[in-house]
């Protein structure tokens, strides 16, 4: 049995509830938050025996296996970065950082380490997703669609089926257990490499189109609880 620890109590963090209880090998075994409130909620709402109110404190769980970081963008490098220190695994929500630099951060914290990580880019678990691999693979040629693929070809349409039914989050959690199953440091459908050159090329249109986020500018310190842009100054290389 595999026990998480989810870092946010948000939208997001419900769903991956939801997707756990359907998942045989896995169970959420404390939620964090930043108060004690919604931690408690959360936990009262999904069955989750531990909580938290400090964000870090299932680095020291020693019960905890893997965490998902549910928390807002801005916080995703130096949250994920702190449970891969503490040797957890970690299943990191998109965006996974703010930019290219603080990916390949976080990255090299999970390799420096030895521990499992991946970008939460549920779509990529999805079955309709699989399926089209699999049918663009073939050399047939088909369209998309969420629950079921339809692929024309010379003798005729053939629809393929790829419905779900509940949360399809839970064909990512289901990956993340293969690859510990497997002993695999990242997941091949959503290579790291790939999660940093995705952000590097973010980068790219951010610069080409002016775009810049409060994290580019000089560090402030926070003038209120909760109105920093960012949880930290930007990290060193
Ligand atoms: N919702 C989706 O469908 C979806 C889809 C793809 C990706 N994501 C990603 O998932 C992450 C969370 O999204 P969400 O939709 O769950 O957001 P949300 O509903 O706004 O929840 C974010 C949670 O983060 C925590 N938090 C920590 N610092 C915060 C701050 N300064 N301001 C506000 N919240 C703070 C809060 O939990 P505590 O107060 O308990 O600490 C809050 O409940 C984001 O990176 C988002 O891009 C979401």
């Given at each position: ?102 990916a390949r951060?976080v990255v090299t914290?999970a390799r ?5 990580l ?74 790291l490499?790939?999660t940093v ?41």
């Amino acid at each position: 049995m595999i026990r998480w620890g989810v870092v946010g109590t948000g939208e997001i963090a419900t769903r991956f509830a939801q997707a756990m209880k359907v998942v045989g090998d896995g169970e959420i075994a404390a939620v964090t938050s930043l108060s004690a409130d919604p931690a408690m909620a959360c936990a009262d709402t999904h069955g989750i025996g531990t909580r938290y109110d400090d964000y870090a404190a299932p680095a020291i769980d020693s019960s905890i296996d893997a965490v998902y970081i549910a928390s807002p963008h801005f916080r995703h490098e130096a949250d994920a970065t702190i449970f891969l220190r503490a040797t957890k695994h970690v299943l990191c929500e998109k965006p996974f950082a703010l930019d290219a630099a603080q990916a390949r951060n976080v990255v090299t914290a999970a390799r420096e380490h030895g521990e499992f990580l991946m970008k939460a880019m549920r779509s990529r678990f999805l079955p309709s997703y699989r399926t089209l691999g699999d049918v663009v693979r073939s050399g047939r040629i088909g369209d998309d669609c969420p629950m079921s693929i339809t692929v024309h070809t010379f003798e005729g349409e053939e629809v393929i089926d790829c419905s779900f039914e509940g949360e399809g989050m839970r064909f990512e959690i289901a990956e993340v257990h293969r690859c510990f199953g497997e002993g695999l440091l990242e997941s091949p459908t959503m290579p790291l490499d790939e999660t940093v050159a995705f952000a590097a090329m973010m980068d790219e249109i951010r610069a080409q189109i002016g775009l810049v986020y409060p994290v580019d500018l000089p560090w402030q310190p926070p003038t209120r609880a909760g109105s920093a842009p960012h949880p930290a100054p930007p990290s060193s290389p």
